[in-house]
């Protein structure tokens, strides 16, 4: 029988993770926490294929005992800044491949740079969520010719969790991304770009603040495919998530203490238009007319919600066997228009567009 440890189960990401494994029929789900009230209401929820299991994952024997004879360990927990590759490597050595929905460079870096021997058989799987995730894949999409420029808008309206909140917090400096930067020629071109306030963008609402940030992730999207250009931006409803982070980076003490700052702006954010998010990528062919495809656009009303939906398509090409052994991100070993094909379908993805 097969067995896919959710680590985090009951979490935001976590519980709609937990819902779709059930529904793809992969296995037993063993579902782990801290709070073993709410993991057993979440195994409630799907009767007769998930187990409640206490962990935490600062814990090691109790984090060995959870993975222990998964054949995939799934992890929704965080920070994710903070917990790095602790799970990917208990998970690996325990002969487990790995999903995480979040989980960006650095952790990949870090279960790199002392390897499990075990890593050459197992696959780990990094950034299976939405942004970092279908950030980086879904462009890939309209790669289907040589691309002179791609643009990236990606943002919304969304609740934020306290843990989530703290990974925002820390998702600062060149190691995540630069701000105000495009890729141009091979290279970053600092301050090439400027924030675009109150403007309008297909699939968002209203007007819009989209403040360019060449994340890591899109910066080697970028160099991957060769384009000339590429610009990304974040896209906001109201400043007030920008400016609660800058409050934030202009301080020197605590980040935690801002946590509550940046959840209330994320619930101002909601407030001005209701929950949603958009993924809008656009793309020039390098070859003047083509008939590729030049823009993807797909809309979500809960994008922490389709995070764990893509860290559940990524588990079940993973326990498919489609996937390399070897630390990756999601967007770098997934097939971009299986996944776009997948999320249409699924009741979370309100808007699918590919013209
Ligand atoms: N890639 C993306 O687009 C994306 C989108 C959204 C979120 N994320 C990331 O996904 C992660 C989860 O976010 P979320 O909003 O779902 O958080 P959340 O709602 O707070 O859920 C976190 C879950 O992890 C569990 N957990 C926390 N600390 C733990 C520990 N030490 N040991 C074991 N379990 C622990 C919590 O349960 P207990 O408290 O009971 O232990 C809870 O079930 C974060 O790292 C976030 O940044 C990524």
Known sequence: MTVIGVLGGAGTVGRVAVDRLAGYGLGELRIGGRDMDRVTAVCRATPGVAVPVRVDLHDPRRLRDFCAGCQVVVNCAGPSYQVLDTVARVAVASGADYVDAAGDLAAIDALESAAPPELG?????????????????????????????????????????????????????????????????????????????????????????????????FARLATELNVGEARNYTVYVTDAIPRALATAWADDGPIEHHVPAVVAAAEADIAATGPYYTLLFQAVP?????????????????????????????T????????????????????????????SGDPLVTHAEIR
């Not at 309209?142 to 791609?150: G, I, S, V, W």
């Not at 820390?170 to 400027?194: C, E, K, M, S, V």
């Not at 390098?286 to 939906?309: H, I, M, N, W």
């Not at 997934?334 to 999320?343: N, P, Q, S, Y």
């Open 121 to 217: 058989e197992r696959a780990a799987v990094f950034s299976a969520g939405l942004m970092p995730g279908l950030s980086g894949l879904l462009p890939r999409v309209l790669a289907t010719r040589p691309l002179a420029r791609l643009d990236g808008y990606v943002g919304g309206a969304a609740h934020i969790s306290e843990l989530s909140a703290v990974d925002a917090l820390l998702t600062r400096g060149p190691r995540f991304g630069t701000a105000l930067a495009a890729w141009q020629n091979g290279r970053i071109a600092l301050g090439a770009l400027a924030p675009l306030h109150d403007v309008t963008l297909p699939g968002f609402r209203g007007r819009v603040h989209a403040w360019p940030f060449l994340s890591a992730e």
């Open 286 to 314: 390098a070859l003047g007319e083509s008939t590729a495809p030049r823009r993807l656009l797909l809309r979500t009303p809960d994008s922490y919600a389709l995070s764990g939906v893509v860290a559940a398509i990524a």
């Open 316 to 343: 079940s090409e993973v326990l498919g066997g489609r996937v390399k052994p070897g630390a990756r991100s999601a967007a770098e070993c997934l097939d971009a228009a299986g996944v776009f094909a997948r999320l």
